[in-house]
């Protein structure tokens, strides 16, 4: 399952795979990855993908697995340590970004997910 | 030139040692004792106008009265500085080195500056609130110390702005600053592997938050054929404390046989332990080592029985090291006794 | 395997009718550089500029370094599988144009990332202010993709850098220095009495703007593997990294790893350098897994007793720095991390975004979060209004007067992870 607010992603992949979307910001996204990680799904990419700070993308996308289990604390922590890197950043806010730049963060975000779907 | 006012206890004003620990606060004119060395050290720079002596157990026992007795001390000298020790591994002076440092500090918003062992208790209480430079662990570090204190001392006195804890001498404080060092950071990286490889010693240039994980032992299978012992932080101790466990800074633990022992009384026993109002601890101690109620369960069968003997220390101010070796010692005391499971105790 | 590096030293650099290198000045033909990015048609326009240690210049947004080289004596040619072709490098001879580079510079994302200031308060934390600099800025046809513009620019640079560094083939160096890294077998009968070490080189390897190609592969598709030292002398790893500016290597830091120079200073004498081992730094966590695995197994089959670790990048890579150092030390082999910090502008935020209390031997290239003020530069090559929106400037970060408030993010090679710089924190 990929957890995402990159509407690109959405877009692309919302026929191959299981994909939350979710209208929100980048911490949102890590806090529903949370949620899910917490209720017995297995984190199976790093949430701070890519050294594009996250006070500079708005875009985040992360890919759990599609079935619950039991709770994995390694996935546990590093969704916690992932929100507590997030928070350091949030006090600079991202600044006025023009729909270009949007367009190209979108893009970043994706070709990182990509390379973890191996397509 | 830069006023100084230096803070110092019974042993380093001569006075004495720790018979005369209970000597209240009293201000000197000019320099005591190890003073002199910081004198030496700022030459025209600044002058030490005061020194404030205090006996470690008075200031311990009597924190709230030595604080404000100090700092109406402090005030009248209007200094640019306050200096408190070194007080190298001493743990009760260190303790008050960095307390009085701390309210100096808060109160008259003067700079302050102290110093310690590493592992002097004051150090992991103040290091993160006050500069404590890092001092050899006895008094026969007093010129090493001295000499990284009193350049610091000058700087703050100043207003100066503070670079790096490796740069200054004092103790991380978990704020990182950035400074150049004379090597590239891989040359640093091989010197470093070299002397890790060597079992030499090296100094990590970022350490690890601390962890201290201990992983928990399973479930104690049958609670009620158990052998449950009692162990506490809290400092209880019987009656008129025969061992003399200190107050804070404990040096030692103790080992007491409760056998026959239902009920833990005002006149028995007591509290040993100076971080905390001991009032309701000496009315019924029991509140702090749960005897009673562990003989109730022992009666009613909830608990296989209660081991004849509870160990306890003061966990106020106490060196980890030392907190960690007690516990190994009277550990294998626990399990050639036979005993199943422990019930810890702080405050 | 034994490779000679000859440095020719470059104290200046000029535009001059023939491109040539002449006590110790390199005089470049602007326009044939200009023809040869201009081969690549996905430029519409190219520009070539100079930029010297101590003039009054800004380079930005910064994509990547290279460093001049020939390969003069041995098998195959300088940057193996891009640029040459992909014949084993690492022995022979190679020359240097040692004091130059050629910095590529565009706008390829939104968000622009590297500074690099010749003089002032900014030059004391960029290496490449010392350097004599050729810079290309480029634009690309319109409505180019973003992946095809970098790949163009990243090709851009290693062209031009292999046409300077021809230029070198035929000098006489005026310092040659000589590293060779025995075989496994000879190596053990030549030191049987010194620590053997390895060196543990992670690559970012995450999507566009975050790859690294060994001999042409892209990184990401690599499992952990050896190379000898010297191969990496000769471009083996080239980058194509541009994010951040401050921790990413550039393909000069490649060139001139210091971890592998330091080690060699070492090598016959205190230690036995028995080789690197590359790594990735892949998003997918089974790769994270696989990879450590991999790169402790490694260690551990080469029969080293220590290895330095260096990273690349921020945020989830410390998860593989961490990774890397639980399993080797698991092995018995002592390791020793080089990262940098992220511990927000006021240094009291955590560090790292993992940590183990098997890192008990840490170096820091420092807080890159760092607020530094740049003042304005007479001349800025490249594009001066993207200030704002790089990787730690924020709103108002240019200044009408052209000055700059950023984090040391900003600055290309800043914080950089291999050790290259001095700068550290406590």
């Given at each position: 399952m990929i957890i995402t607010n990159n509407e690109l992603v959405y877009s692309k992949y919302k026929d191959d795979y299981d994909i939350l979307f979710l209208d929100g910001t980048y911490r949102d996204v890590l806090v529903k990855t949370r949620d899910k990680v917490h209720e017995g799904y297995e984190l199976l990419?790093?949430?701070?993908?890519?050294?594009?700070k996250p006070n500079e993308t708005p875009y985040k996308s992360v890919i759990i697995s599609d079935i619950k289990g039991n709770l994995n604390y390694n996935s546990v922590i590093i969704i916690e340590n992932s929100i507590m890197t997030f928070d350091k950043f949030n006090l600079n806010k991202i600044k006025n970004i023009n729909e270009k730049m949007k367009e190209d963060f979108k893009l970043i975000d994706l070709t990182v997910l990509k390379s973890a779907l191996n397509i | 030139m830069l006023k100084v006012v230096h803070y110092i206890n019974q042993f380093f004003a001569n006075i004495g040692g720790e018979e005369m620990a209970h000597v209240p606060a009293e201000v000197r004119e000019g320099i005591v004792g190890p003073g002199l060395a910081f004198q030496q050290a700022f030459g025209e720079e600044a002058e030490i106008v005061a020194t404030i002596v205090c006996g470690d157990s008075y200031f311990n026992e009597n924190m709230d009265e030595a604080k404000k007795i100090i700092i109406e001390m402090v005030k009248k000298y209007n200094p640019d500085i306050f200096i408190a020790g070194p007080?190298?591994?001493a743990g009760r002076y260190g303790v008050a080195c960095g307390t009085i440092a701390q309210a100096v500090k808060d109160e008259l918003n003067i700079p302050v500056l102290t110093g310690m062992y590493i592992e002097n208790p004051g150090a992991d209480m103040f290091k993160n609130s006050l500069y404590i430079v890092s001092t050899k662990?006895?008094?026969?570090?007093m010129r090493d110390a001295v000499k990284k204190m009193a350049p610091l001392a000058l700087k703050l006195a100043k207003g100066e702005k503070i670079g790096s804890s490796a740069e200054e001498?004092?103790?991380?404080?978990g704020t990182r600053v950035n400074f150049f060092e004379k090597e590239r950071g891989s040359k640093r990286a091989v010197k470093m592997l070299l002397n890790k490889l060597k079992d030499k010693e090296f100094v990590t240039e970022f350490p690890m938050p601390d962890f201290d994980r201990v992983a928990p032992n399973p479930a104690v299978k049958d609670v009620t054929k158990a052998k449950i012992a009692l162990v506490t932080s809290?400092?209880?101790?019987?009656k008129g404390n025969p061992d003399h466990i200190?107050?804070?800074?404990?040096?030692k633990y103790g080992k007491y046989d409760?056998?026959?022992?239902?009920d833990l009384t005002e006149e028995t026993y007591q509290t040993a332990h100076g971080?905390?109002?001991?009032v309701y601890a000496n009315e019924d101690p029991d509140r702090v080592l749960p005897v009673d109620v562990l003989r109730e369960f022992e009666k009613e069968g909830k608990i296989g029985s209660l081991h004849r003997y509870f160990y306890t220390t003061v966990g106020?101010?106490?060196a980890v090291k030392n907190a960690k070796a007690f516990a190994e010692k009277f550990a294998k005391e626990l399990v050639a006794d036979g005993v199943d499971a422990v019930i810890l105790t702080s405050t | 395997m034994k490779l000679e590096l000859g440095y020719v030293f470059i104290k200046d650099i000029q535009f001059a009718e023939v491109s040539k290198v002449e006590n110790g000045t390199l005089y470049v033909n602007r326009d044939e550089v200009k023809a040869l990015i201009l081969e690549?048609?996905?430029?519409?326009s190219a520009d070539v500029e100079l930029a010297r240690p101590g003039e009054s210049i800004r380079i930005m947004p910064v994509k990547d370094v290279i460093e001049p080289r020939v390969k003069?004596?041995?098998?195959g040619g300088i940057f193996p599988g891009t640029i040459n072709k992909v014949e084993t490098v690492g022995s022979g001879k190679t020359n240097v144009l040692k004091g130059a580079a050629v910095v590529t510079t565009g706008k390829i994302v939104g968000f622009q990332e590297g500074i690099i200031d010749?003089?002032?308060?900014?030059?004391?934390?960029?290496?490449?202010?010392k350097l004599n600099n050729l810079v290309l800025v480029c634009e690309p046809v319109d409505g180019l993709k973003q992946h095809e513009h970098e790949k163009a620019l990243r090709f851009a640079g290693y062209k031009v850098a292999v046409y300077l560094g021809e230029?070198?083939?035929a000098l006489t160096p005026d310092e040659v220095h000589t590293y060779e890294t025995p075989t496994l077998v000879e190596g053990i009968k030549l030191y049987p009495e010194l620590p053997r070490v390895a060196y543990v080189c992670m690559l970012q390897s995450q999507g566009l703007m975050h790859d690294t190609y060994v001999y042409g592969v892209?990184?990401?598709?690599?499992?952990p593997t050896l190379i000898y030292p010297t191969e990496v002398m000769d471009g083996a790893i080239a980058s194509g990294n541009c994010v951040s500016a401050c921790d990413k290597n550039t393909t000069y830091h490649h060139l001139n790893n210091p971890v592998i120079y330091d080690l060699f200073d070492e090598h016959g004498k205190t230690l036995n350098f028995v080789g690197v081992i590359i790594t990735n730094e892949n998003v997918y966590l089974a790769d994270k897994e696989r990879s450590s695995n991999w790169s402790s197994k490694l260690a551990e089959y080469l029969g080293v007793d220590g290895v330095v670790v260096s990273e690349e990048g921020f945020g989830n890579p410390d998860t593989d720095l961490i990774m890397n150092c639980k399993k080797i030390e698991a092995k018995g082999i002592k390791t020793v991390l080089i990262t940098d910090e992220y511990a927000g502008r006021d240094g009291?935020?955590?560090?790292?975004a993992d940590a183990d209390v098997k890192a008990d031997a840490v170096v820091t290239g420092g807080n890159a979060n760092m607020v530094i003020d740049l003042p304005a530069m007479d001349k800025v090559i490249g594009?001066?209004?993207?200030a704002d929106i790089i990787?730690?400037?924020?709103?108002?970060?240019?200044?009408?007067?052209?000055s700059i408030t950023a984090?040391?993010?900003?600055?290309?090679?800043?914080?950089?992870e291999m050790g290259f710089n001095k700068l550290s924190a406590r």
């Open positions: 990419t790093h949430p701070l993908s890519s050294s594009i | 007080a190298f591994n662990n006895s008094a026969a570090g001498g004092y103790m991380p404080n809290g400092g209880i101790v019987p200190e107050s804070s800074s404990a040096s409760i056998e026959g022992v239902m971080g905390y109002d001991p106020n101010g106490t | 690549d048609q996905n430029f519409k003069v004596e041995g098998p010749m003089t002032g308060p900014g030059a004391e934390y960029t290496p490449f202010s230029l070198a083939r892209d990184a990401k598709q690599i499992v009291t935020s955590q560090s790292l594009y001066p209004e993207v990787a730690g400037g924020f709103d108002g970060s240019l200044h009408a007067d052209g984090e040391l993010q900003v600055i290309t090679g800043a914080t950089n």
